[in-house]
């Protein structure tokens, strides 16, 4: 799950991270009711909230002076849709913008946490190049990144965050308020069950001051239920439909760019589905893991969010029947198509408990399904069904 910048901000505050003075708007109204002190000011800048970055490169992100400019930014971005680099194609609705104070910056660093899924660490990393494509300041001068790894027993210590501070070339006089600044952000990551939190560009002010500019949050969706004030925060209306629905049905989808939509328990065997499926000439049209305790209900809303995609040519069902016997997999299976009405080509492969019986209800129901007797069998039949010449 993503926090928008306004409440990503509005967080890090908490944990002792300077912002700049800002108030997210809803509404025109909401602009009339500005604190005094931002109103006054002669420069503002107007960032609309989605949950995307390179708003700026969109036109997302307005400089503007006077209230006349401010107005006229904030009723031109409320209730349109940006598509940035980011959003891969789609608009995404603008229905909150974040009125801000300017700054006068004197240098622009990156700082982040994430986890390390490789290490099974913490990571904490930190470069002078901040206000810039990261990925490119990865590829293009690695060193120019510094990353320290957090021991989960001892946590973050404050001698990490000096050394970091000194890497990335900080004044001396701004080490000590970065240490704090970062065992701050420490502590929100570990409290919130954060995956990333990002400050790109964390600025130095000509005053001496080290600001948030910019937030980026993401929260571990496995571990957002023990945080009901952070899932409050939620906006739907910046996800994936699709993925969304998928989500309220406890349903693992991700669409992808293929023609071939697959259906499988397990993640491990929903990734090897799909290798199987580019193996013998087809592209997969989603991931979509629908978890060990299938049932006829569960398959249906597969179907339906499968189906959604006008791109699918077949659908291939992948079940393994470990806990659940495949005869019961079966009759939901054509329980649900019967439900749905799938208008294309079905293949089935059934392996486990029962699979022989699952596997004749299947070829005994006179519907447009195609049983396979075994993975690689069942790719070449899916990429078959959906027209594609190998």
């Known amino acids: ?233 939620r906006d739907r209306a910046q996800e994936d439909p699709a993925e969304s629905a998928a989500a309220e049905h406890e349903l693992n989808f991700i669409k992808l760019d293929g023609n071939i939509g697959c259906m499988v328990n397990g993640a491990g065997l929903a990734m090897a589905t799909m290798d199987l499926i580019q193996l013998h000439g087809g592209m997969p049209a989603n991931f979509l893991d629908v978890g060990g305790g299938t049932t006829a209900a569960r398959v249906a809303e597969a179907f339906k969010l499968i189906l959604q995609d006008d791109k699918v040519k077949a659908i291939l069902v992948n079940i393994f029947g470990g806990i659940v016997r495949c005869d019961l997999i079966a009759e939901g299976i054509l329980q649900a198509v019967q439900e749905v009405g799938v208008p294309v080509p079905v293949v089935v492969r059934l392996e486990g408990t029962k699979a022989e019986e699952g596997r004749a209800l299947l070829d005994q129901s006179g519907l447009n399904l195609l049983t396979a007797s075994g993975l690689t069998d069942a790719a070449r039949r899916a990429v078959a069904a959906a027209g594609v010449q190998v």
Not at 61 to 89: F, I, K, M, W, Y
């Open 1 to 233: 799950m993503n926090l928008h910048e306004f409440q990503a901000k509005h967080w890090l505050a908490r944990y002792g991270v300077a912002v700049p003075q800002g108030v997210a708007v809803r509404t025109m109204a909401e602009l009339d009711q500005l604190p005094a002190a931002l109103a006054a000011l002669p420069k503002t800048v107007v960032k609309a909230q989605i949950h995307a970055g390179a708003r700026g490169k969109a036109g997302g992100v307005r400089v503007v002076e006077g209230d006349d400019a401010l107005r006229a930014a904030v009723e031109d971005l409320l209730g349109s849709r940006l598509a940035t680099p980011q959003t891969h194609g789609r608009a995404l609705p603008v229905e909150t913008v974040l009125v801000e104070e300017t700054l006068e910056v004197a240098h622009e660093y990156y700082l982040a946490l994430l986890v390390d899924r490789a290490r099974e660490r913490v990571a904490v990393m930190a470069s002078a190049d901040g206000g810039m494509d990261i990925e490119a300041v990865a590829e293009k001068t690695p060193e120019r990144i510094h990353t320290v790894h957090v021991d989960p027993a001892a946590g973050l210590q404050g001698y990490q965050a000096r050394q970091l501070a000194f890497a990335i070339g900080l004044p001396a006089t701004l080490v000590g308020s970065f240490s704090k600044l970062v065992l701050g952000l420490y502590r929100f990551f570990m409290e919130s069950d954060a995956s990333l939190v990002e400050i790109n560009p964390l600025v130095e002010t000509m005053d001496g001051q080290l600001i948030a500019l910019d937030a980026k949050v993401n929260l571990d969706d496995n571990a957002i239920a023990r945080h009901p004030d952070l899932l409050a925060l």
